[in-house]
């Protein structure tokens, strides 16, 4: 088992859930696999998917919901 | 000679200098938002400086060729990688038939110009290879690339050597946090004395939904307008003026919220007042900010502004002395 974090594929406001009265995308002990949507990251009025591109468990967000990224920065843990 | 678009990015253009002369018919200039970028781009593969290339924004795309080709990426940096290699940023490098470009994320600025010798040969209209997205103009079909595209090239104009670069210094950084210079205008005294200086104090924040047609800041305090009797003509709300044309670069404050400048794909008129206009010489800046980059306003007068104009011209002359062929 190894912890790896994923990065933010661009840069945007960084979304857990689909809408605001919806429950996250995945919490903590989930299975996740290759395809699934961990996220959501808007910028320029587009909402994109951030998709697993490794399968594992859900750990946890390193971002809060609707906070600002950058480029680069871990967005979640992942087990492997 | 042709490239697959195999991943578009999140949205990859077609851009070149732009469709001048078509604004007061309402079909904006377009363009690269970048343009001194998509110059050096062009000229480090022996373009001429307005061959067609692509703009890519935040996320590069992944492009396969179906032939031998000189390529290069600048602006943004969007580190290029070659079947996965990393390959040097603002240098021409050889690219084989075969052979895939990809980008790692994006480590600063916004816009990556990635020029291949011949240029992206779609078709002119008005004068200009560019899309404009909103008006479904010119570039391929009028849109942003989709996985599955061929992009017809050009025949090089001259041949020049890989491994041409532009040197560090002419590259122009990314500041953090930005500043940008603005020329106070023609609806500058529709502004109490508070609210102009509140402008220039504040610090803003680049919005996330800004993008080629206008870039938006928040985080600022509300501009106060003076009071007057709306003229006839006008809207009700005090930022509203009887209807005129918008310039490229002015800023305009819907409300007195939220300051936007208009850039390449801007809207050529309406009824919001424009405090301004931010310098010729600071738009390709603008075109390099990401979401929530911190950006004050820094006001100038005409001779500043000229000047420097001035100076972002003698600047593209050294980069046009360092890559002539």
């Known amino acids: 088992m190894a912890t790896t974090t994923v990065q933010a594929p661009l840069p945007g406001t960084f979304y857990h859930r689909s809408a605001p009265d919806q429950p996250p995308f995945k919490a903590p002990g989930d299975a996740v696999a290759i395809g699934d949507t961990l996220g959501l990251i808007e910028v320029m009025k587009t909402f994109t998917p951030v998709a697993a591109e490794a399968a594992g468990r859900f750990v946890r967000f390193l971002v809060d919901d609707a906070d600002a990224v950058m480029a680069g920065q871990p967005l979640y843990e992942l087990e492997t | ?325």
């Open chain 2, 1 to 325: 000679m042709a490239i697959e678009v195999m991943k578009p990015g999140l949205s990859t253009t077609v851009q070149d200098l732009g469709r001048p002369g078509y604004y007061h018919l309402g079909i904006p200039l377009s363009g690269a938002m970048d343009r001194a970028a998509l110059r050096a781009a062009n000229l480090l593969v022996g373009n001429d400086e307005g061959a067609a290339a692509l703009e890519a924004v935040f996320l590069g795309p992944e492009l396969r060729f179906t032939a031998d080709a000189l390529v290069t990426v600048t602006g943004a940096d969007l580190p290029p990688k070659l079947d996965g290699q990393p390959q040097p940023g603002w240098t021409a490098f050889r690219v084989r038939a075969g052979q895939v470009l990809s980008f790692g994320f994006l480590r600063q600025g916004a816009r990556a110009y990635v020029a291949v010798a011949g240029g992206i040969d779609v078709p002119a209209v008005l004068g200009s290879r560019s899309t404009y997205v909103l008006g479904a103009l010119g570039g391929l079909d009028g849109r942003a690339l989709r996985a599955g595209d061929m992009l017809p090239l050009g025949v090089p104009p001259r041949d020049v050597a890989k491994g041409r670069t532009v040197p560090e210094a002419l590259r122009r950084p990314a500041a953090t946090p930005a500043e940008l210079r603005v020329l106070p205008g023609l609806y500058w005294h529709r502004l109490t004395a508070s609210a102009q200086a509140s402008f220039f104090a504040d610090t803003w924040k680049v919005a996330p939904e800004a993008d080629r047609i206008g870039y938006r800041f928040r985080g600022g305090r509300a501009l106060d307008f003076v009071p007057r009797e709306q003229p006839f003509g006008a809207g009700s709300d005090p930022s509203n003026i009887v209807d005129s044309g918008y310039p490229y670069g002015s800023v305009q404050v819907p409300g007195g919220t939220e300051p936007i400048v208009l850039h390449r794909d801007a809207v050529s008129g309406g009824g919001y007042f424009m405090l301004g206009t931010v310098i010729s010489a600071d738009m390709d800046l603008i075109g390099q900010m990401q979401p929530h980059t911190p950006t004050r306003f820094v006001e100038v007068d005409m001779s500043a502004a000229l000047a420097a104009r001035d100076e972002r011209a003698a600047r593209l002359q050294q980069v046009r002395y360092a890559l002539q062929t």
